[in-house]
């Protein structure tokens, strides 16, 4: 974790990783479908973070931007969608057994971490700027 980065942005590249380790040996036939899809959902994820943090909401008079409170909370909602989608595709390859079991269990737990966390920042927003 870099000085200053949320938790939740962290979290999400853990979760990246783990998923590009474990989707390393799976089984061929599946790259370039469900592989493919998880460690491109894992990517959006960290990507859509990462860009509502950027999303500056307040001004230098401490007035709130509307139009830029209403664009990070369209990435955070994006993200929580791509995290929906990411345990879908993750419960997938586990069925069609590119990815173990455990590993699953691992993604999913990772996955609810983000959620909770992006779900907690959301909240945060919404207290200070009481949109």
């Keep these: 974790m870099t000085a200053g980065e949320l ?28 592989i493919g899809r998880m ?8 990507e859509g973070m990462i860009m509502a943090n950027e999303v500056y909401v307040t001004e230098k008079g401490r007035s709130i931007n509307v139009e830029a409170l209403k ?9 929580l969608t791509n995290i929906k989608l ?3 595709v993750s419960q997938l390859s586990m069925e069609q057994k590119c ?3 455990k590993q699953y269990e ?7 971490t983000c959620q909770n966390l992006l ?3 959301i909240k945060s927003d919404l207290k200070r700027f009481g949109k």
């Design 106 to 112: 691992q993604i999913t737990e990772k996955l609810y």
């Design 7 to 34: 938790a939740v942005i962290t979290k999400a590249k853990d979760v990246c990783n783990y998923i590009i380790t474990v989707t390393d040996k799976s089984p061929k036939k599946f790259r370039f479908t469900l």
């Design 119 to 121: 779900g907690a920042w």
């Design 86 to 88: 990411l345990a879908y």
């Design 71 to 79: 664009e990070r909370q369209k990435l955070q909602r994006n993200v």
């Design 39 to 46: 460690q491109n959902y894992a990517l959006d994820i960290i």
């Design 99 to 101: 990815i173990l079991p």
